[in-house]
């Protein structure tokens, strides 16, 4: 963790990343929802939306659409990833080199690390390679760590998330994108873990607006530094409205009954 | 997938692609139907014709035959290939390095990846190297996306066709080849998955000229962009009429019962 | 062993190392008797100590933490290291450069060896390469030598020690940390076959002052030339004590109650 | 294949290799017939004859004789090999760089590929990178292609040497050496097969002169460019009168019954 | 092999290589018989004898005794060598770069090279690098030529041992290192079958004066080119006694009886 290496992904030490990388990691199958959500012009435009601080997603689909969104979208360049096709101990292929990331105008990088995998220690050392070349290229490091593997049966456990939490910190994430553990409190103890690098919570899979933004509240007054969002926001029908609310939650310190009257006001507003 | 990058190897933003790797991936099995078939020279007189846009080969071939076809034919450098001698879970040896291909002339890269083989993650990476290497030397990108492995039953339904395809995008091919799956309805989904990756359907085995024209036909409809053929063309006894068939379902937006015409007019007079 | 390499590491040829890379070997459990010590800041504080020779960190401890410490505490970059959520045959991953280490001012590099692991061969591999970029970037070389695998029962043996020990000096460490074989004899005979190399013995848990200092007392009289420790200091309440009384007995030559004298002083006035 | 990439070790488009790899690949016991022949500097001398186009050693004993041999000798530098002391899924060893052998003077690599083997595709990997160094260093490209492992129950049909012979045109070797296949039409079916790469035929163990001969000579009708050999040559008594009658049926169209007749006359004479 | 590139570690065309690698190799426990010998500087001591021309070390040791000694000794770098607390199929680590090895002065490299283990493939491909870099260093090679593996019952019997002898050869070592085949004449005929490379004996283990110099004489009789000794010098009480008794069976030519008188005489006389 290096101190504002992640300015550029964040808003005033926070951050709401949209991610998309569903059509690698899981297939079609996430967009059946709402096909329209295969487009990723779609998502684009929603990451020019003032509530996102960053759009993650994988090489392709960056080289075909970054260069278009380049000043109004801040780019996370997911370098790994694996199809959900193959079904073996956890891991997952390097698609993506920083040094092109760079040239094609990434602002950071994200790397998912399955801790606990039998694929762990090459997965971590692939990351520091990562790692290392983000900071000769002055790009911020954000780390998936997700403990997954055949020792971990309840990989949200409150232990498991603060020790996902600590890695981060440990191998040198400006920010861990983490599972919610269950509670405040237990994302509260994950945060203090990970000191100075910042914990996002991940969004999970898509809920009613109420629910989720309780949650997303919750995990911020515990201590989390915001949220690193996919379906919950792009399979809505009006996803420019749930981001508004994050953005009054997450960054305006509203409360949630403020932030879902946003919901039903013009999201266009927000822009 | 890089706007324009697979411009020498496309037509009107389509693409008619002969294979030419059965040798390395069958033996000579695959020339039996057709002896002469074995002789590249008459494959590469074939890769003359108007509709096709490209010749995927391997580098021995290449280095014996493009230097004499240099100006008449695009060369796609099939990459990765292994023999069917071998019966272990789906891998294939990268055979060709993209810098030697770049130096013979190649105008873009050919690379098959098995998503869901135990060997995906590093089949992957290695396509990662290949690609980079590709956009380095201004060379387009086609990804053979063929899901195969222990996990795989079926690797011709819609849903893993359209996850194929949706890899081609993701990892950053500008062309995806893929099994057709079944119905011009399940090509237009994987299509429509691919987005601006274009996504070009496997000839398969032979088949009578009309049956072959109106799957052609209707996976254009259905969204493809064109086609990858070997055996369904260089097996028969006059190649040069069902090139000039395809030529015209292709290329010419005309009708299979149009393009049957031209296959009892000679294939000369389409050159 | 290259003579004085070492030097920014130690004072008059001993060390007192602290060692801090519980986060990511053990996780948050072991800040749990004294949460406070989850936070880097208070270890750097405690680092300060005249008593402290180095500490140990990973590296996003170290980029977050050292840039304000780098006239106070040597820092002895810990290279590699794997969560224990992982079961197998043990092993480490290599989470950071000697070049990056080096280039955020580190003065040491510290590598766990685990002899005896089905991955023994590898490791030694990967120490190599790290042994030989300190000697180019004039950095000392520590060794967590940890007999550990399969084959291994009982890992703190005097014979095993002796060889762990021994490891250090033929592969080409300045320092080798093994863990107490159970007397000073044995630890003494473990630094003879050491030689050149220092050999500094591992803390262990926690226990009670007297019962500690006479250990690492023994150890020093043994031929041990000082120690690594981590929870046995940062756990206590003040831990300043504890550190005034180890100076005392590794680089002063006092008697364990001359020490224990020291820890009802204040450890501010070592400083 | 590179036209004419193989000038230095054929003559008139034909080959006749004398490889000497027995030492690795079977150890002593293959020199027992003839003790003398363990001596590299015997079978030095034989390549001198003006029938032998090509010596295949390995690296060490390049090194010690070739320097004497440089004017009168083309090198065939035989990259890999492996002692029959070990006994698993067929592989070998790459105990030769091609910058070295280059700048020991060799005119071409050999190279073995198991095809079938478990370990075909990291084979194929190495051959790749030792075909491109040779076109990078001038050098002709040889492929030992012997179809081998545990899927292959008879790897001398027609139709694995086919396949073999094959194999060395797609992957670029100029010369492809393979087991005969029991008939001159099966080696004609396997030279076709390879188009422009030329097919050589291994010599396999010691038979009579005669049976030997006409083995040779109906594989040159058949479309064999020529031979390889070994034990057939230097276990012989008087090995310059085989090479003789060799020359005369592969370089200069001559009978069986012709060349029969030279193996009484002095093999000096040949010189 | 190359013609005087062991010149720096030879007399005469023969070697007397003191070798000292048993601390990695066998630990502490070798030490036992007489504890002096776990002191490196010792051993570098009796390196200084007329009689030896080369000692063999891993770099630690090189590391931090050899700048004291390097008028006085040859360095022999062991590259390769692993701990006995592994007890997998038989394999070694890569402990030193020749670079690293030049640097500290090394006149030659020793590598060892397990025949017939599952490993020889990998083994076999690092001696590769390691030979090739001593011969761009100027250095001489040593190869211990130790088949060992499942495949292996007997592992010195005199078929095993030519076999091994060779492979020294046809890899490119100028000395190999074997162990005794059990009589004069198996070991000549390994001497035989490695052709220039020069073979040398392994020591084994203590035995008394005269059954010693009888097995090394009657070696050298048979066409060994000196000895490789360790524990059998160095666990004596008066080691210099026996290096002059070597001195005078391996380079003058003395009888057993002769060499034995020297052993009552002064060893220092001998210096």
Known sequence: MLPDADAAITRDGKALILAY???????????EPNPETADPERVFDLATHDAVTALAVGKGVAEAYYPSYDDDVSLLAKLNGTSNLWMGEPDSAVNWSVEYAAELGADAIGFTLYGGSNNEVEMAEEFRDAQEAARANDMGVVMWSYPRGQGLKNDTSPDTIAYAARLGLELGADIAKVKYPGSPEAMGEAARMAGP???????????????????????????AKGLAVGRNVFQRENPEEILGALEAVIFEEASVDEALELTSASAVADD
């Open 21 to 31: 990388d569903h059509g690698i990691e899981h297939g079609p199958v996430d967009f």
């Open 197 to 223: 690098t910042k914990v996002v919570m991940s969004g999970g899979s898509k809920t009613d607006d109420r629910a989720f933004l309780e949650t997303v509240a919750g995990a911020i007054d515990g201590g």
